[in-house]
């Protein structure tokens, strides 16, 4: 693997060259901002470059698209008194001290943990919203599966986790992955990234036609991100 540089206006274009047997040069920006070339074998970099190099506004434009698509989430401390966000509603943070088996709950903007083990607060929250996340993320799913049925003839899996790098993603062959920190927005806001991803099985990037399927769809995506991004930030 190989990487090459070269200047666009007053941009400095970093990106990393595989060779392979194939016969034309592909060019893909991923998720993380990177850049991959694939060649073919023998390829002369001057040509590669110039194959390339015409496409550098698309480039910059994909990298400024993921990175407004990265999430932005405060640090917390889990200590009493900490708000905590779930469905898009804050609560604050209770801890009852208690010799029962630990446990957390939700009730009118308070959320409790119980536990005689105050060194794993963050242990516990965590393991909750995981479990809220795969019934919430599920159910949100089926729903926009029924009402918009051109996306069930896929065969569509849902997973979830932790990630600081995006709010999901989704496989050619259905694997959707939403970030489990979506728990703590409202529905609306998990229902345009799923959106977003059911797009991608129809156009695998974000290109013009993408933008103009997701807006088809969902023609207020572009206020429920901005929606998304304060509320999480």
Same mark, same amino acid.
């Not at 693997?1 to 990393?16: L, P, R, W």
């Not at 993921?66 to 640090?75: G, M, R």
């Given at each position: 693997?190989?990487?090459? $540089?070269? /200047?666009?206006?007053?941009?400095? !274009?970093?990106?990393?060259?595989?060779?392979?047997?194939?016969?034309?040069?592909?060019?893909?920006?991923?998720?993380?901002?990177?850049? *991959?070339?694939? &060649?073919?074998?023998?390829?002369?970099?001057?040509?590669?470059? @110039?194959?390339?190099?015409? %496409?550098?506004?698309?480039?910059?434009?994909? $990298?400024?698209?993921?990175?407004?698509?990265?999430?932005?989430?405060?640090?917390? +401390?889990?200590? &009493?008194?900490?708000?905590?966000?779930?469905?898009?509603? $804050?609560?604050?943070?209770?801890?009852? =001290?208690?010799?029962?088996?630990?446990?957390?709950?939700?009730? %009118?903007?308070?959320?409790?943990?119980?536990?005689?083990?105050?060194?794993?607060?963050?242990?516990?929250?965590?393991?909750?919203?995981?479990?809220?996340?795969?019934?919430?993320?599920?159910? !949100?799913?089926?729903?926009?599966?029924? @009402?918009?049925? $051109?996306? /069930?003839?896929?065969?569509?899996? +849902?997973? =979830?986790?932790?990630?600081?790098?995006?709010?999901?993603?989704?496989?050619?062959?259905?694997? *959707?992955?939403?970030?489990?920190?979506? !728990?703590?927005?409202?529905?609306?806001?998990?229902?345009?990234?799923? *959106?977003?991803?059911?797009?991608?099985?129809?156009?695998?990037?974000?290109?013009?036609?993408?933008?103009?399927?997701?807006?088809?769809?969902?023609?207020?995506?572009?206020?429920?991100?901005?929606?998304?991004? !304060?509320?999480? &930030?």
């Amino acid at each position: 693997m190989n990487k090459i $540089q070269y /200047k666009y206006g007053s941009k400095t !274009i970093e990106a990393e060259i595989v060779y392979s047997n194939r016969k034309t040069i592909d060019l893909r920006v991923f998720p993380e901002g990177n850049i *991959i070339i694939t &060649a073919p074998e023998n390829s002369d970099v001057e040509n590669i470059l @110039e194959k390339v190099k015409p %496409k550098s506004k698309w480039v910059l434009q994909q $990298q400024r698209t993921f990175e407004l698509y990265k999430p932005f989430t405060t640090e917390r +401390l889990y200590i &009493a008194g900490e708000t905590h966000r779930y469905l898009g509603r $804050q609560y604050k943070l209770v801890i009852n =001290h208690t010799k029962g088996k630990p446990c957390v709950k939700l009730s %009118k903007g308070i959320m409790i943990v119980e536990t005689n083990n105050t060194e794993n607060i963050e242990k516990y929250i965590i393991n909750d919203y995981k479990k809220r996340a795969t019934v919430i993320f599920e159910s !949100i799913l089926k729903d926009t599966l029924n @009402e918009f049925p $051109q996306f /069930k003839k896929y065969n569509i899996s +849902l997973k =979830h986790k932790f990630m600081k790098k995006r709010w999901g993603s989704c496989s050619t062959d259905g694997n *959707i992955l939403l970030n489990t920190e979506l !728990i703590k927005a409202n529905k609306a806001c998990i229902e345009y990234v799923i *959106i977003h991803e059911l797009c991608h099985l129809v156009v695998p990037n974000h290109s013009k036609d993408f933008y103009m399927l997701i807006s088809k769809i969902l023609p207020e995506w572009e206020k429920l991100k901005n929606k998304l991004e !304060i509320s999480l &930030a």
